[in-house]
């Protein structure tokens, strides 16, 4: 398998590249915030629970999350590898994570970080806020908080994949088919 983490903060890009990566790869894509807006828009007890903290910028808790994957994952067991798109975001998340994959025979291959300023990130975001729907990038004091907890929280999974050297960053500014290219080199050097 090759089970590839997209990984970086808010409005870096992640779900536009994702969606190329996935069809030139053939990965399945496992997206959690897309998971989770899905349980939002089913109105499950779980979309619920996760609702309240994404409106406030906050990470849903691990136990839900992982709980989610472990599910996804079991239900694509015919996949030859995953894109994993916003996840994991805190360094509890990729560890149940590499479990997961040595439970299921498998390992991580390659971490992606897309590399975007800050000031950049902002202007994507609040332009994204205008189209996509989604009331977590409409208000610039949700997105600061969100590009807060991914500092905390979600930046040291970086030194992880850092020290188990998996961990590469792309430059994620440019065009997207520039973008796409870094990304494609960095892959195909490992295929
Ligand atoms: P995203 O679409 O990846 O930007 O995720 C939107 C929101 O969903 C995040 O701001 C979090 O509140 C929540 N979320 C998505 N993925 C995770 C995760 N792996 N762990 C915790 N919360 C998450």
Redesign the pocket.
């Known amino acids: 398998m090759f089970n590839l983490i997209l990984f970086g903060p ?1 409005g870096s890009g992640k ?1 536009t590249q994702s969606e190329r990566l996935v069809e030139r790869y053939g990965l399945v894509h496992l ?4 998971l ?1 807006r899905k349980e939002i828009a089913d109105k499950t007890a779980l979309g619920l629970e ?1 609702k309240r ?2 409106d406030n ?4 808790p691990d136990a839900v ?1 992982i709980g989610m994957v472990d599910t996804y994952f079991d239900a694509h067991r015919e996949a030859k590898g995953f894109l994993f ?6 360094v509890a ?1 990729a560890q149940a994570l590499d479990d997961l994959m040595s439970r299921k025979n498998t390992s991580i291959s390659l971490v992606l970080a897309l590399d975007v300023s800050e000031d950049e990130l902002i202007k994507r975001l609040l332009n994204r806020g205008k189209t996509s729907g989604r009331s ?1 990038d409409n208000d610039e004091e949700v997105i600061r908080k ?1 590009f807060s907890v991914y500092l905390n929280e979600t930046r040291p999974v970086a030194l992880h994949y850092n020290a188990l050297h998996k961990f590469q960053e792309v430059k994620g500014e440019g065009s997207v088919d520039e973008i796409f290219s870094g990304l494609c080199e960095a892959i195909d050097k490992l295929h």
């Open positions: 808010p779900g997206s959690t915030g897309n989770l996760a903290f994404i910028g906050q990470l849903v999350v798109d916003g996840f994991p975001r805190t998340q977590d969100r």
